[in-house]
């Protein structure tokens, strides 16, 4: 079917299809922690714009948060303000949303280009992708991104086919929505989109004002950005931030051309997109000839291929990549994927459909020994009924898909990988992900923090050797980092800063290196010889380093100096706690001055780190009045 014999949408079909995404999307979003880095850092910018009212400048741990546009948080803030308090659900709702918004979208532009039938099939095979799935319930802006440019997808596609005003009005707006969920990435797409589109078509493209157009969404996104830049005043240009026109060249030119962020090779893209699009991408031995075959085959063909060529090759030159910045191309995919999916089945390839269902049969079977062999691994503790769920429902599914490719010609295999996913998808939702919940998330080991937070609490926080929001936001308290920057050392006039960073960055390793192996019999409780034995090995591991003897004392006396005057603040009387990694507090606490008494409160491996929660002695007797206070 061509752009100009569009197919009507059927309202209860759509709507069957929609409950079925926010089923597959939604469930248990509320059962395991937000998990960093991305997910806990934009809850608290959230969190912080409902607490202090500013809507205007992000914040994060009462700091000028510049890396984002505010729509994201905007969204989370709006669907948690009935709550009081952003909170795992509230902060993924924004997401699912726009997932659902972008299977709408997607159903739509199908039934336009095709028809029923496509849109319905595209529909299911963008909700069971993958990367689309995992997205859809992750607290970050790409979805949000994606639910824009879809809609510009679908807005262009409508003034191409009737030209009508309205439908350029739309098509800008979703840009200008894009630049407030991700910036600069929301012109790229779209931008490729007209000048490959309509190629040698300068008429056309004079007739979309796509000069006038694209300034005029950029203007849009001022009339936030200077506000908010002028709101923080000297905050704005705090050391280190930079000018406006730093961070800009950084963000963008920065990443494509440096790969300032996530630096990666050529053929990275490759790699990931199969990942990313499976079980679909099971098909793509007999899509990619079928698109290449059918290039010609209408406009409709063009506009999908002309989204997604291009932004495939722009990505995979810039340096800077990650597996969500091609998640805008996807539901374009879709269609492709749905339409290549539909003639295949109808076709006398049998062999084609049998040899996919046999690859299909081998994943879920592969899936389905996973949690048995989790009883063989250091994790065994974790197995419970619901992962011999998941294995069992994996392993009997791959089976009944390898004797129904024995014994039939599989026409309807994509309905049932469709249907193979969700399942597998629910359970994994409903088990494995509050499993892993217990190793990656930072809720269990905060809530001490937390209630002491809850029950209006005045203490103070500090971290060591890092900042992570996932502390703050389920502390619910602001922390002060120590030992994040560069120690205050001269600098011989051969070394400049950047090499001294590098010397400091490999004494620190050299320093974490060697009290490894270090026995330490209670870390609540060193002990004067292990002490002892831990400043000698610091001591040794810095003399011996590559780094020149008169640098690695003057560090040493630094850190030495440094690690006191932290201690003597420490451990004045207000009540005061410390999050800090287990092998920097044997090196940390033997530099304490004897005075300062610490308590541990809590001990956690949270992701790859082996956390403590260190108190005090005011803050660990806090603490015990706390327990000891009758419940509310």
Not at 179 to 184: D, F, T, V, W
Request: with cysteine; net charge positive; charged share 15%.
């Amino acid at each position: 079917m061509t752009p100009s014999q569009p197919s009507r949408v059927r309202l209860p079909h759509l709507a069957a299809l929609l409950a079925l995404a926010a089923v597959l999307f939604f469930v248990n979003t509320w059962g395991y922690d937000l998990w960093p880095p991305d997910e806990p850092r934009f809850g608290q910018v959230a969190r912080e714009m409902m607490q202090s009212g500013d809507y205007l400048a992000p914040h994060v741990n009462g700091q000028p948060y510049k890396e984002k546009p505010p729509l994201l948080f905007w969204a989370i803030a709006a669907v948690s303000w009935p709550f009081g308090d952003v909170s795992e659900f509230s902060a993924r709702a924004p997401s699912v949303l726009a997932a659902l918004l972008t299977v709408l979208l997607t159903y739509v532009l199908a039934a336009r280009l095709y028809d029923r039938a496509t849109a319905a099939l595209s529909a299911i095979v963008l909700m069971t992708m993958a990367l689309f799935w995992w997205e859809a319930r992750s607290v970050r802006c790409d979805m949000i991104l994606t639910a824009c440019m879809t809609g510009a997808l679908v807005a262009f596609h409508a003034w191409h086919v009737k030209r009508h005003f309205g439908a350029l009005v739309a098509f800008y707006a979703a840009i200008a929505a894009g630049l407030y969920a991700k910036g600069p990435a929301a012109v790229v797409f779209p931008l490729l989109l007209i000048v490959t589109f309509y190629w040698r078509q300068t008429a056309d493209r004079r007739r979309l004002h796509w000069v006038v157009g694209l300034l005029a969404a950029g203007l849009l996104v001022l009339a936030w950005f200077v506000p908010a830049r002028l709101s923080l005043g000297a905050s704005a240009e705090a050391p280190g931030s930079g000018s406006v026109g730093a961070e800009m060249l950084r963000m963008t030119l920065g990443r494509f051309v440096f790969g300032v962020s996530k630096a990666q090779w050529p053929w990275y893209y490759l790699e990931q997109l199969p990942g990313g699009l499976l079980p679909w991408s099971l098909f793509l031995p007999w899509t990619l000839p079928w698109v290449w075959r059918h290039r010609r085959e209408d406009e409709a063909m063009r506009l999908l291929l002309a989204w997604t060529v291009p932004a495939f090759v722009f990505f995979s030159i810039s340096i800077g990549k990650r597996s969500v910045y091609l998640l805008p191309i996807y539901p374009a995919l879709a269609i492709l994927l749905a339409r290549s999916v539909q003639a295949l089945m109808a076709s006398d390839h049998a062999l084609w459909r049998r040899r996919t269902a046999y690859v299909w049969a081998a994943v879920l079977i592969l899936l389905g020994a996973a949690p048995f062999a989790l009883l063989l691994s250091e994790y065994r503790h974790l197995w419970s009924h619901g992962f011999l769920l998941i294995g069992v429902s994996s392993l009997f599914l791959g089976g009944l898909t390898f004797v129904r490719a024995v014994k039939t010609p599989m026409r309807t295999l994509h309905g049932e990988m469709a249907a193979h996913f969700a399942v597998m998808a629910l359970l994994l939702s409903a088990v494995a992900l509050p499993a892993v919940n217990a190793y990656k998330g930072a809720g269990a080991f905060c809530k001490p923090l937390r209630n002491l937070s809850e029950e209006h609490a005045d203490y103070r926080l500090y971290t060591v050797g890092f900042s992570r929001e996932e502390y703050i936001f389920y502390s619910q308290h602001f922390h002060t980092p120590v030992l994040t920057d560069l120690l205050p050392v001269a600098l011989p006039d051969e070394i400049d800063a950047l090499e001294m960073a590098k010397h400091q960055r490999k004494l620190r390793k050299a320093i974490a290196k060697a009290v490894e192996g270090v026995p330490v019999a209670d870390l609540a409780r060193i002990a004067a010889q292990e002490q002892d034995a831990l400043i000698e090995a610091v001591h040794e591991a810095l003399s011996q380093t590559d780094v020149p003897g008169d640098l690695a004392a003057a560090f040493e006396a630094a850190l030495r100096a440094h690690v006191e005057a932290f201690a003597r603040g420490f451990g004045e009387p207000a009540p005061a706690f410390l999050f800090v990694q287990r092998e920097d507090w044997k090196w940390l606490h033997p530099l304490f001055p004897p005075s300062v008494q610490c308590a541990l409160v809590a001990a956690r491996q949270v992701g790859s780190r082996n956390m403590l929660l260190m108190a005090n002695a005011s803050g660990a007797e806090l603490l015990k009045c706390a327990s000891l206070a009758p419940a509310p």
